[in-house]
Protein backbone atom coordinates (compact mmCIF):
# COMPACT_ATOMS: atom_id res chain seq x y z
CA UNK A 1 0.00 0.00 0.00
CA UNK A 2 1.52 3.38 -0.67
CA UNK A 3 1.00 6.13 1.36
CA UNK A 4 0.07 9.43 -0.11
CA UNK A 5 1.46 11.97 1.35
CA UNK A 6 -1.24 14.00 3.58
CA UNK A 7 -2.25 17.89 2.20
CA UNK A 8 -3.61 19.53 4.81
CA UNK A 9 -5.41 21.98 2.45
CA UNK A 10 -7.14 19.07 0.62
CA UNK A 11 -6.95 16.07 3.10
CA UNK A 12 -9.40 16.28 5.96
CA UNK A 13 -7.28 14.46 9.46
CA UNK A 14 -9.28 11.37 11.16
CA UNK A 15 -11.48 12.61 13.91
CA UNK A 16 -11.24 10.59 17.04
CA UNK A 17 -12.83 12.51 19.64
CA UNK A 18 -16.26 12.43 21.55
CA UNK A 19 -19.47 12.99 20.07
CA UNK A 20 -22.30 14.63 21.61
CA UNK A 21 -25.94 14.46 21.47
CA UNK A 22 -27.17 17.09 19.01
CA UNK A 23 -31.20 17.66 17.76
CA UNK A 24 -31.09 19.13 14.00
CA UNK A 25 -34.65 18.68 13.48
CA UNK A 26 -35.26 21.04 16.63
CA UNK A 27 -32.38 22.99 15.45
CA UNK A 28 -34.04 23.49 12.41
CA UNK A 29 -37.36 24.15 13.77
CA UNK A 30 -36.17 26.46 16.12
CA UNK A 31 -34.75 28.50 13.25
CA UNK A 32 -37.42 28.53 11.27
CA UNK A 33 -39.39 29.81 14.05
CA UNK A 34 -36.85 32.34 14.74
CA UNK A 35 -36.81 33.55 10.86
CA UNK A 36 -40.13 33.79 10.64
CA UNK A 37 -40.62 36.45 13.93
CA UNK A 38 -37.58 38.45 12.77
CA UNK A 39 -38.61 38.12 9.49
CA UNK A 40 -42.51 39.63 10.57
CA UNK A 41 -41.01 42.05 12.86
CA UNK A 42 -38.47 43.72 10.45
CA UNK A 43 -41.69 44.09 8.01
CA UNK A 44 -43.54 45.91 10.90
CA UNK A 45 -41.44 48.19 11.91
CA UNK A 46 -39.42 49.21 8.29
CA UNK A 47 -41.81 47.84 5.56
CA UNK A 48 -41.01 47.72 2.22
CA UNK A 49 -40.40 51.00 -0.72
CA UNK A 50 -43.01 50.83 -3.74
CA UNK A 51 -42.77 53.99 -5.33
CA UNK A 52 -45.35 54.19 -8.10
CA UNK A 53 -43.97 53.63 -11.60
CA UNK A 54 -43.15 56.61 -13.65
CA UNK A 55 -45.51 56.74 -17.04
CA UNK A 56 -44.71 58.82 -20.19
CA UNK A 57 -48.37 60.29 -19.07
CA UNK A 58 -46.59 61.50 -16.27
CA UNK A 59 -43.63 62.26 -17.11
CA UNK A 60 -44.84 64.44 -20.09
CA UNK A 61 -47.16 66.30 -17.70
CA UNK A 62 -44.39 67.01 -14.81
CA UNK A 63 -41.85 68.30 -17.69
CA UNK A 64 -43.23 68.20 -20.66
CA UNK A 65 -40.45 70.19 -21.98
CA UNK A 66 -38.12 67.04 -21.04
CA UNK A 67 -40.83 64.99 -22.72
CA UNK A 68 -40.69 66.76 -26.29
CA UNK A 69 -37.08 67.24 -25.94
CA UNK A 70 -36.59 63.47 -25.70
CA UNK A 71 -39.41 62.65 -28.13
CA UNK A 72 -37.61 64.79 -30.88
CA UNK A 73 -33.93 62.70 -30.06
CA UNK A 74 -35.77 59.90 -30.35
CA UNK A 75 -37.22 61.64 -33.72
CA UNK A 76 -34.42 62.81 -34.87
CA UNK A 77 -31.88 59.62 -33.98
CA UNK A 78 -29.68 61.74 -31.34
CA UNK A 79 -31.04 59.79 -27.98
CA UNK A 80 -28.61 57.49 -26.62
CA UNK A 81 -30.93 54.55 -27.20
CA UNK A 82 -30.97 55.66 -30.76
CA UNK A 83 -27.03 55.26 -30.76
CA UNK A 84 -27.03 52.52 -28.38
CA UNK A 85 -25.66 49.69 -30.89
CA UNK A 86 -26.55 45.57 -30.29
CA UNK A 87 -28.79 44.31 -28.98
CA UNK A 88 -31.02 46.98 -30.48
CA UNK A 89 -29.53 48.29 -33.24
CA UNK A 90 -26.39 48.72 -35.21
CA UNK A 91 -25.71 52.62 -34.57
CA UNK A 92 -23.14 52.52 -31.59
CA UNK A 93 -19.75 51.07 -30.96
CA UNK A 94 -20.20 48.03 -28.99
CA UNK A 95 -18.49 47.58 -25.78
CA UNK A 96 -14.94 45.57 -25.68
CA UNK A 97 -11.76 44.30 -24.88
CA UNK A 98 -9.22 44.42 -27.21
CA UNK A 99 -11.20 42.36 -29.96
CA UNK A 100 -13.29 40.75 -27.26
CA UNK A 101 -17.00 41.94 -28.09
CA UNK A 102 -19.76 39.40 -27.25
CA UNK A 103 -22.33 42.37 -27.62
CA UNK A 104 -21.18 42.77 -31.41
CA UNK A 105 -20.93 39.13 -32.18
CA UNK A 106 -24.40 38.14 -30.77
CA UNK A 107 -25.52 41.41 -32.98
CA UNK A 108 -29.01 42.86 -32.92
CA UNK A 109 -32.11 40.92 -31.56
CA UNK A 110 -34.29 43.29 -29.80
CA UNK A 111 -34.52 45.55 -32.63
CA UNK A 112 -35.30 49.32 -31.87
CA UNK A 113 -35.86 51.83 -34.28
CA UNK A 114 -36.70 55.06 -32.26
CA UNK A 115 -37.70 57.38 -35.04
CA UNK A 116 -40.41 54.70 -36.09
CA UNK A 117 -40.96 52.65 -32.72
CA UNK A 118 -41.07 55.68 -30.48
CA UNK A 119 -42.87 58.44 -33.11
CA UNK A 120 -43.93 57.68 -36.63
CA UNK A 121 -45.40 54.30 -35.73
CA UNK A 122 -48.15 55.69 -32.38
CA UNK A 123 -48.49 58.91 -34.30
CA UNK A 124 -49.96 56.94 -36.91
CA UNK A 125 -52.22 54.61 -35.20
CA UNK A 126 -53.77 57.43 -34.06
CA UNK A 127 -57.14 58.82 -35.90
CA UNK A 128 -56.65 60.90 -38.70
CA UNK A 129 -56.37 64.32 -38.08
CA UNK A 130 -55.94 66.75 -41.17
CA UNK A 131 -52.60 68.24 -39.57
CA UNK A 132 -51.14 64.92 -38.10
CA UNK A 133 -51.59 63.44 -41.82
CA UNK A 134 -50.04 66.01 -43.82
CA UNK A 135 -46.63 65.92 -41.53
CA UNK A 136 -47.06 62.37 -41.05
CA UNK A 137 -46.89 62.32 -44.80
CA UNK A 138 -44.25 65.17 -45.65
CA UNK A 139 -41.83 63.12 -43.06
CA UNK A 140 -42.62 59.78 -44.58
CA UNK A 141 -42.04 60.72 -48.09
CA UNK A 142 -39.08 63.14 -47.54
CA UNK A 143 -35.75 61.73 -48.81
CA UNK A 144 -33.18 61.31 -45.87
CA UNK A 145 -31.34 63.98 -46.51
CA UNK A 146 -34.18 66.26 -46.47
CA UNK A 147 -34.78 64.52 -43.32
CA UNK A 148 -31.57 64.84 -41.78
CA UNK A 149 -31.41 68.53 -42.70
CA UNK A 150 -34.65 68.95 -40.39
CA UNK A 151 -33.14 66.83 -37.78
CA UNK A 152 -30.18 69.37 -38.13
CA UNK A 153 -32.40 72.56 -37.47
CA UNK A 154 -34.17 70.64 -35.09
CA UNK A 155 -31.12 69.65 -32.81
CA UNK A 156 -29.71 73.72 -33.26
CA UNK A 157 -33.37 74.66 -31.72
CA UNK A 158 -33.61 72.32 -29.37
CA UNK A 159 -32.44 74.31 -26.61
CA UNK A 160 -34.65 77.01 -26.36
CA UNK A 161 -37.81 74.45 -26.79
CA UNK A 162 -40.57 75.70 -24.47
CA UNK A 163 -44.35 74.60 -23.78
CA UNK A 164 -46.83 77.04 -23.23
CA UNK A 165 -50.50 76.93 -23.33
CA UNK A 166 -50.98 73.06 -24.33
CA UNK A 167 -48.43 73.91 -27.24
CA UNK A 168 -44.74 72.71 -27.91
CA UNK A 169 -43.02 76.13 -29.59
CA UNK A 170 -39.42 75.46 -31.23
CA UNK A 171 -37.85 78.42 -32.42
CA UNK A 172 -36.86 77.22 -36.08
CA UNK A 173 -38.90 77.46 -39.15
CA UNK A 174 -36.33 74.54 -40.90
CA UNK A 175 -37.37 71.47 -39.44
CA UNK A 176 -39.90 70.81 -41.81
CA UNK A 177 -42.85 68.70 -40.24
CA UNK A 178 -41.01 67.77 -36.85
CA UNK A 179 -42.84 70.98 -34.74
CA UNK A 180 -45.75 69.55 -35.45
CA UNK A 181 -45.07 65.67 -35.11
CA UNK A 182 -44.04 66.92 -31.49
CA UNK A 183 -46.90 68.61 -30.90
CA UNK A 184 -48.92 65.59 -31.36
CA UNK A 185 -46.35 63.05 -29.71
CA UNK A 186 -46.53 65.37 -26.29
CA UNK A 187 -50.26 65.74 -26.77
CA UNK A 188 -50.76 61.88 -26.89
CA UNK A 189 -48.11 61.15 -24.13
CA UNK A 190 -50.03 63.98 -21.97
CA UNK A 191 -53.57 61.94 -22.63
CA UNK A 192 -51.48 58.55 -21.45
CA UNK A 193 -52.17 57.12 -24.99
CA UNK A 194 -48.14 56.83 -25.87
CA UNK A 195 -48.23 54.50 -22.60
CA UNK A 196 -50.57 52.05 -24.82
CA UNK A 197 -49.55 52.69 -27.92
CA UNK A 198 -45.96 51.67 -27.06
CA UNK A 199 -46.94 48.41 -25.18
CA UNK A 200 -49.58 47.40 -27.40
CA UNK A 201 -47.66 47.02 -30.68
CA UNK A 202 -46.92 43.24 -30.31
CA UNK A 203 -50.89 42.49 -29.82
CA UNK A 204 -53.42 42.32 -27.55
CA UNK A 205 -51.67 40.44 -24.57
CA UNK A 206 -48.31 41.98 -23.26
CA UNK A 207 -46.12 41.65 -20.76
CA UNK A 208 -43.02 43.65 -22.52
CA UNK A 209 -42.26 46.66 -21.59
CA UNK A 210 -38.92 47.15 -23.53
CA UNK A 211 -39.89 49.88 -25.88
CA UNK A 212 -41.55 52.62 -22.90
CA UNK A 213 -39.16 51.64 -20.76
CA UNK A 214 -36.14 52.84 -23.04
CA UNK A 215 -38.61 56.05 -23.84
CA UNK A 216 -38.25 56.78 -20.47
CA UNK A 217 -34.82 56.33 -19.74
CA UNK A 218 -33.41 58.94 -22.62
CA UNK A 219 -35.29 61.24 -20.73
CA UNK A 220 -33.66 63.85 -17.84
CA UNK A 221 -36.71 63.63 -15.71
CA UNK A 222 -36.30 59.98 -14.96
CA UNK A 223 -32.50 59.73 -14.30
CA UNK A 224 -33.28 63.14 -12.02
CA UNK A 225 -36.12 61.42 -9.54
CA UNK A 226 -33.13 58.49 -9.88
CA UNK A 227 -30.67 60.76 -8.39
CA UNK A 228 -32.77 62.48 -5.43
CA UNK A 229 -33.20 58.87 -4.26
CA UNK A 230 -29.60 58.46 -4.51
CA UNK A 231 -29.51 56.03 -7.09
CA UNK A 232 -27.17 56.56 -9.70
CA UNK A 233 -24.11 55.09 -11.17
CA UNK A 234 -21.92 57.00 -9.30
CA UNK A 235 -24.02 56.99 -5.75
CA UNK A 236 -23.50 52.65 -6.35
CA UNK A 237 -26.54 52.96 -8.44
CA UNK A 238 -28.30 49.72 -8.83
CA UNK A 239 -27.64 47.89 -5.55
CA UNK A 240 -29.70 50.75 -3.38
CA UNK A 241 -33.98 50.68 -3.23
CA UNK A 242 -35.42 53.62 -2.78
CA UNK A 243 -35.68 55.09 0.92
CA UNK A 244 -33.48 53.98 3.52
CA UNK A 245 -33.78 50.16 2.57
CA UNK A 246 -30.57 47.85 2.30
CA UNK A 247 -31.41 46.75 -1.50
CA UNK A 248 -29.19 44.29 -2.91
CA UNK A 249 -26.37 44.78 -0.56
CA UNK A 250 -24.52 41.38 -1.68
CA UNK A 251 -24.04 43.49 -5.23
CA UNK A 252 -21.51 45.61 -3.68
CA UNK A 253 -18.17 44.20 -4.86
CA UNK A 254 -20.00 44.54 -8.76
CA UNK A 255 -21.23 48.18 -8.04
CA UNK A 256 -17.91 48.59 -6.46
CA UNK A 257 -15.93 48.92 -9.51
CA UNK A 258 -17.82 51.48 -11.47
CA UNK A 259 -16.43 54.08 -8.93
CA UNK A 260 -12.93 53.51 -9.28
CA UNK A 261 -10.29 53.51 -11.77
CA UNK A 262 -9.72 52.33 -14.65
CA UNK A 263 -13.68 50.55 -14.69
CA UNK A 264 -15.09 54.48 -13.58
CA UNK A 265 -13.60 56.33 -16.72
CA UNK A 266 -14.07 53.65 -19.51
CA UNK A 267 -16.32 53.32 -22.44
CA UNK A 268 -16.46 49.80 -21.71
CA UNK A 269 -16.86 49.54 -18.21
CA UNK A 270 -19.79 47.25 -18.32
CA UNK A 271 -18.07 44.99 -20.57
CA UNK A 272 -14.95 45.49 -18.05
CA UNK A 273 -16.60 45.11 -14.86
CA UNK A 274 -18.55 42.18 -15.95
CA UNK A 275 -15.61 40.58 -16.84
CA UNK A 276 -13.86 41.08 -13.63
CA UNK A 277 -16.90 39.63 -11.83
CA UNK A 278 -16.55 36.59 -13.87
CA UNK A 279 -13.02 35.25 -13.36
CA UNK A 280 -13.73 36.17 -9.40
CA UNK A 281 -16.79 34.11 -9.51
CA UNK A 282 -14.93 31.62 -11.17
CA UNK A 283 -11.96 32.00 -8.31
CA UNK A 284 -14.84 31.74 -6.14
CA UNK A 285 -16.29 28.10 -6.96
CA UNK A 286 -13.17 26.94 -7.65
CA UNK A 287 -11.00 27.79 -4.51
CA UNK A 288 -10.78 24.29 -2.81
CA UNK A 289 -8.87 23.04 -6.42
CA UNK A 290 -6.53 26.30 -6.63
CA UNK A 291 -3.06 25.95 -5.21
CA UNK A 292 -2.41 29.11 -2.55
CA UNK A 293 -6.07 30.27 -2.76
CA UNK A 294 -6.81 27.86 -0.73
CA UNK A 295 -4.20 28.04 1.94
CA UNK A 296 -5.27 31.17 2.98
CA UNK A 297 -7.83 29.71 5.55
CA UNK A 298 -5.43 27.43 7.50
CA UNK A 299 -2.79 30.30 7.05
CA UNK A 300 -5.25 33.24 8.42
CA UNK A 301 -6.33 31.01 10.81
CA UNK A 302 -9.36 32.16 11.93
CA UNK A 303 -10.82 28.72 12.24
CA UNK A 304 -8.41 28.42 15.89
CA UNK A 305 -11.36 30.82 16.95
CA UNK A 306 -14.46 28.93 15.66
CA UNK A 307 -12.92 25.57 17.14
CA UNK A 308 -11.38 26.94 20.16
CA UNK A 309 -13.17 24.98 22.72
CA UNK A 310 -11.97 21.69 20.31
CA UNK A 311 -8.50 23.42 20.85
CA UNK A 312 -8.88 23.76 24.41
CA UNK A 313 -9.78 20.50 25.45
CA UNK A 314 -6.88 18.67 23.38
CA UNK A 315 -4.49 20.86 25.48
CA UNK B 1 -34.45 -16.13 -6.87
CA UNK B 2 -32.95 -14.69 -4.30
CA UNK B 3 -29.32 -13.30 -7.04
CA UNK B 4 -32.34 -12.84 -9.37
CA UNK B 5 -34.01 -10.22 -6.63
CA UNK B 6 -30.64 -8.91 -5.71
CA UNK B 7 -29.77 -7.67 -9.25
CA UNK B 8 -32.49 -5.32 -10.03
CA UNK B 9 -32.10 -1.97 -10.83
CA UNK B 10 -34.35 -0.64 -8.08
CA UNK B 11 -32.73 -3.31 -5.42
CA UNK B 12 -29.30 -2.01 -6.76
CA UNK B 13 -30.61 1.38 -6.21
CA UNK B 14 -31.88 1.28 -2.91
CA UNK B 15 -28.27 -0.11 -1.74
CA UNK B 16 -26.51 2.29 -3.13
CA UNK B 17 -28.45 5.10 -1.90
CA UNK B 18 -28.47 3.34 1.60
CA UNK B 19 -24.75 2.77 1.30
CA UNK B 20 -24.03 6.49 0.44
CA UNK B 21 -26.48 8.07 3.09
CA UNK B 22 -28.08 5.70 5.56
CA UNK B 23 -31.19 6.71 8.08
CA UNK B 24 -28.25 7.82 10.27
CA UNK B 25 -26.32 9.97 8.37
CA UNK B 26 -29.16 10.96 7.44
CA UNK B 27 -30.56 12.36 10.39
CA UNK B 28 -28.21 11.84 12.83
CA UNK B 29 -28.37 12.42 16.67
CA UNK B 30 -25.40 13.12 17.07
CA UNK B 31 -22.43 15.14 15.97
CA UNK B 32 -18.67 15.15 17.00
CA UNK B 33 -17.55 17.58 19.66
CA UNK B 34 -16.28 20.60 17.71
CA UNK B 35 -19.13 21.48 16.14
CA UNK B 36 -20.23 23.77 18.84
CA UNK B 37 -20.00 26.62 17.43
CA UNK B 38 -22.19 29.65 16.49
CA UNK B 39 -20.84 29.50 13.01
CA UNK B 40 -22.88 26.24 12.41
CA UNK B 41 -26.06 28.02 13.05
CA UNK B 42 -25.82 30.08 9.79
CA UNK B 43 -26.09 27.35 7.15
CA UNK B 44 -29.58 26.12 9.13
CA UNK B 45 -30.76 29.95 9.17
CA UNK B 46 -30.00 30.36 5.46
CA UNK B 47 -32.44 27.05 4.83
CA UNK B 48 -34.59 28.53 6.98
CA UNK B 49 -35.23 32.11 5.78
CA UNK B 50 -35.10 30.69 2.26
CA UNK B 51 -38.61 28.32 3.62
CA UNK B 52 -40.43 32.13 5.09
CA UNK B 53 -38.82 33.50 0.94
CA UNK B 54 -40.77 30.33 -0.84
CA UNK B 55 -43.85 30.81 1.79
CA UNK B 56 -44.14 34.61 1.22
CA UNK B 57 -43.73 34.00 -1.86
CA UNK B 58 -46.39 31.32 -2.41
CA UNK B 59 -49.01 33.88 -0.95
CA UNK B 60 -48.04 36.64 -3.35
CA UNK B 61 -48.49 34.68 -6.21
CA UNK B 62 -51.52 33.77 -5.52
CA UNK B 63 -53.04 37.21 -6.58
CA UNK B 64 -51.06 37.94 -9.22
CA UNK B 65 -48.18 40.58 -9.47
CA UNK B 66 -50.68 43.55 -8.88
CA UNK B 67 -51.89 42.92 -5.72
CA UNK B 68 -49.51 44.14 -3.34
CA UNK B 69 -49.70 47.72 -4.33
CA UNK B 70 -53.48 47.92 -3.72
CA UNK B 71 -53.92 45.92 -0.08
CA UNK B 72 -52.25 46.65 2.97
CA UNK B 73 -52.43 42.31 3.59
CA UNK B 74 -50.48 42.45 0.38
CA UNK B 75 -48.10 44.82 1.31
CA UNK B 76 -46.99 43.26 4.07
CA UNK B 77 -46.11 40.10 2.89
CA UNK B 78 -44.43 42.06 0.00
CA UNK B 79 -42.26 43.38 2.98
CA UNK B 80 -42.03 40.29 4.57
CA UNK B 81 -40.59 38.53 1.34
CA UNK B 82 -38.22 41.05 1.02
CA UNK B 83 -36.79 40.86 4.02
CA UNK B 84 -36.51 37.56 4.24
CA UNK B 85 -34.42 37.68 1.56
CA UNK B 86 -32.28 40.18 3.17
CA UNK B 87 -32.23 37.63 6.21
CA UNK B 88 -31.19 34.85 3.78
CA UNK B 89 -28.12 36.66 2.08
CA UNK B 90 -26.90 37.97 5.17
CA UNK B 91 -26.72 34.29 6.30
CA UNK B 92 -25.58 32.75 3.71
CA UNK B 93 -23.01 35.15 3.15
CA UNK B 94 -21.12 34.77 6.93
CA UNK B 95 -21.77 30.91 6.23
CA UNK B 96 -19.31 31.50 3.27
CA UNK B 97 -17.29 32.94 5.17
CA UNK B 98 -17.28 30.52 8.26
CA UNK B 99 -16.87 28.14 5.66
CA UNK B 100 -14.18 29.83 3.70
CA UNK B 101 -12.57 29.99 7.26
CA UNK B 102 -13.08 26.36 7.97
CA UNK B 103 -11.47 24.99 4.44
CA UNK B 104 -14.47 23.20 4.99
CA UNK B 105 -13.82 21.49 1.33
CA UNK B 106 -11.15 19.29 2.82
CA UNK B 107 -11.56 15.53 2.88
CA UNK B 108 -13.58 15.01 -0.27
CA UNK B 109 -15.81 18.10 0.39
CA UNK B 110 -14.91 20.20 -2.34
CA UNK B 111 -17.84 19.75 -4.50
CA UNK B 112 -20.07 20.47 -1.20
CA UNK B 113 -18.17 24.26 -1.60
CA UNK B 114 -18.82 24.39 -5.49
CA UNK B 115 -22.96 23.40 -5.17
CA UNK B 116 -23.24 26.36 -2.23
CA UNK B 117 -21.35 28.73 -4.53
CA UNK B 118 -23.36 28.10 -7.38
CA UNK B 119 -26.24 28.25 -5.11
CA UNK B 120 -24.91 31.27 -4.22
CA UNK B 121 -25.34 32.29 -8.22
CA UNK B 122 -28.38 31.25 -8.22
CA UNK B 123 -29.73 32.93 -5.54
CA UNK B 124 -28.30 36.56 -6.63
CA UNK B 125 -30.00 35.78 -10.17
CA UNK B 126 -33.03 34.75 -8.22
CA UNK B 127 -32.69 38.19 -6.10
CA UNK B 128 -32.29 40.15 -8.96
CA UNK B 129 -35.01 38.96 -11.03
CA UNK B 130 -37.40 39.94 -7.98
CA UNK B 131 -36.19 43.22 -8.04
CA UNK B 132 -37.29 43.90 -11.80
CA UNK B 133 -40.33 42.24 -11.00
CA UNK B 134 -41.52 44.74 -8.80
CA UNK B 135 -43.67 46.75 -11.03
CA UNK B 136 -42.69 50.14 -9.37
CA UNK B 137 -40.00 52.87 -9.62
CA UNK B 138 -37.10 50.95 -8.12
CA UNK B 139 -38.48 47.86 -10.72
CA UNK B 140 -37.86 50.38 -13.67
CA UNK B 141 -34.61 52.21 -12.51
CA UNK B 142 -33.04 48.75 -11.47
CA UNK B 143 -33.80 47.21 -14.70
CA UNK B 144 -32.58 50.21 -17.27
CA UNK B 145 -29.38 50.12 -14.93
CA UNK B 146 -28.64 46.74 -15.24
CA UNK B 147 -29.40 46.45 -18.35
CA UNK B 148 -26.57 48.18 -20.16
CA UNK B 149 -24.35 45.48 -17.81
CA UNK B 150 -26.17 42.38 -19.37
CA UNK B 151 -26.16 43.77 -22.79
CA UNK B 152 -22.15 44.66 -23.03
CA UNK B 153 -21.78 40.88 -22.29
CA UNK B 154 -23.98 39.81 -25.48
CA UNK B 155 -26.30 38.14 -23.03
CA UNK B 156 -29.17 41.02 -23.18
CA UNK B 157 -30.12 39.74 -26.45
CA UNK B 158 -31.14 36.56 -24.73
CA UNK B 159 -32.21 37.64 -20.75
CA UNK B 160 -34.07 40.53 -21.37
CA UNK B 161 -34.42 43.01 -18.11
CA UNK B 162 -37.19 45.23 -19.75
CA UNK B 163 -39.34 42.17 -20.67
CA UNK B 164 -41.31 42.08 -17.56
CA UNK B 165 -42.80 38.65 -18.58
CA UNK B 166 -39.72 37.02 -19.10
CA UNK B 167 -37.97 38.41 -15.88
CA UNK B 168 -41.17 37.40 -13.96
CA UNK B 169 -41.32 34.03 -14.75
CA UNK B 170 -37.81 33.40 -14.31
CA UNK B 171 -38.41 35.07 -10.45
CA UNK B 172 -41.50 32.60 -9.95
CA UNK B 173 -40.81 29.58 -11.62
CA UNK B 174 -37.68 28.45 -13.15
CA UNK B 175 -34.80 30.40 -10.17
CA UNK B 176 -37.18 29.02 -7.34
CA UNK B 177 -36.61 25.60 -8.57
CA UNK B 178 -33.14 25.65 -9.28
CA UNK B 179 -32.15 27.75 -5.70
CA UNK B 180 -33.93 24.60 -3.99
CA UNK B 181 -32.86 21.96 -5.61
CA UNK B 182 -29.34 23.32 -5.67
CA UNK B 183 -29.49 23.16 -1.58
CA UNK B 184 -31.39 20.06 -1.60
CA UNK B 185 -28.30 18.62 -3.40
CA UNK B 186 -26.01 20.78 -1.17
CA UNK B 187 -27.25 19.78 2.24
CA UNK B 188 -27.39 15.96 0.78
CA UNK B 189 -23.63 16.46 0.03
CA UNK B 190 -22.60 17.49 3.39
CA UNK B 191 -24.98 14.83 5.53
CA UNK B 192 -23.33 12.11 3.12
CA UNK B 193 -19.95 13.23 4.05
CA UNK B 194 -20.43 14.64 7.54
CA UNK B 195 -18.96 17.37 8.92
CA UNK B 196 -15.28 18.65 7.99
CA UNK B 197 -13.01 18.17 11.09
CA UNK B 198 -10.85 20.82 12.61
CA UNK B 199 -7.15 21.28 11.56
CA UNK B 200 -4.64 19.23 13.18
CA UNK B 201 -1.06 20.36 13.26
CA UNK B 202 0.46 17.07 13.20
CA UNK B 203 -1.30 14.03 11.03
CA UNK B 204 -0.19 12.21 8.27
CA UNK B 205 -3.48 9.78 8.19
CA UNK B 206 -5.91 10.49 5.33
CA UNK B 207 -9.49 10.23 6.05
CA UNK B 208 -11.54 7.81 3.42
C1 LIG C 1 -28.97 28.62 -0.28
C2 LIG C 1 -27.78 28.70 0.21
C3 LIG C 1 -27.17 27.71 1.19
C4 LIG C 1 -27.79 26.90 2.10
C5 LIG C 1 -29.28 26.79 2.39
C6 LIG C 1 -26.76 26.15 2.77
C7 LIG C 1 -26.99 25.24 3.77
C8 LIG C 1 -26.01 24.49 4.42
C9 LIG C 1 -26.21 23.66 5.57
C10 LIG C 1 -27.55 23.47 6.28
C11 LIG C 1 -25.02 23.09 5.89
C12 LIG C 1 -24.71 22.16 7.08
C13 LIG C 1 -24.64 22.92 8.37
C14 LIG C 1 -23.57 23.95 8.46
O1 LIG C 1 -22.39 23.60 8.51
O2 LIG C 1 -23.92 25.14 8.44
C15 LIG C 1 -24.05 23.55 4.92
C16 LIG C 1 -22.72 23.18 4.87
C17 LIG C 1 -21.78 23.67 3.97
N1 LIG C 1 -21.95 24.75 3.12
FE1 LIG C 1 -23.72 25.62 2.69
N2 LIG C 1 -25.53 26.50 2.24
C18 LIG C 1 -25.74 27.47 1.29
C19 LIG C 1 -24.77 28.14 0.56
C20 LIG C 1 -23.40 27.87 0.63
C21 LIG C 1 -22.36 28.63 -0.01
C22 LIG C 1 -22.62 29.91 -0.81
C23 LIG C 1 -21.17 28.01 0.26
C24 LIG C 1 -19.78 28.38 -0.18
C25 LIG C 1 -19.45 28.84 -1.33
C26 LIG C 1 -21.46 26.85 1.07
C27 LIG C 1 -20.51 25.95 1.53
C28 LIG C 1 -20.75 24.94 2.44
C29 LIG C 1 -19.79 23.93 2.84
C30 LIG C 1 -18.36 23.79 2.31
C31 LIG C 1 -20.42 23.12 3.79
C32 LIG C 1 -19.82 21.90 4.50
C33 LIG C 1 -19.56 22.25 5.90
C34 LIG C 1 -18.79 21.22 6.71
O3 LIG C 1 -18.53 20.10 6.26
O4 LIG C 1 -18.46 21.63 7.83
N3 LIG C 1 -22.82 26.80 1.30
N4 LIG C 1 -24.68 24.42 4.02
Redesign the interface.
Known sequence: MT????R????????K?????????K??AI??L???I???A???V?????????TIKTWSNADAVDFAQTAGDELAGTSAVAN?G??YNNNGTS?HWGFLS??K???V??QINTTNDFVIDPLSAQPAQPALSAALSQWKSASSATQTAWDDAFNKAEPNLTYSNGKVNIPTKAAGPIPVLLNYETQMARSGALDQALVTQAGFYT????KP??F??DGTY?AG??EK?H?S?SQW??MN??GQ???????WL?TFWYQIHPYSTSA?A??L??GTMMIL?AL??????IPGL?S???K?K??RI??R???A?KL | MSTDIERQWTSRIRHSVVDKLPPDKL???????????W?Y?FG??T???L??IIL?GIILALDGPQW??SSTLG??V???H???V??F?FAM?VHLW?K????A??????LT??TG??TF?AS?LA??TG?VS?????????????K???????????F?V?????M?MLHIVLLPIAAVALTGIHVVMVRMKGV?????DA?????A
Open positions: KKPFPDVDAPVYGPYVPYDIIEGAVVVFLTALALFSSPDEKAVYAPQPEWIGRITNFTLLVSFLAQLGGMETYPGQAWLYSDFVWTMVLVPFRIPRIIYIWEHYA | LPDTQPAYVASIVVTMAAGVTWHHFNSMLWSEIFVGFSMAWRGGRSWVAVMIGFYQTNFDSQWIATQADGINSTGGGAFNLNLGQLVPPFETTEVS
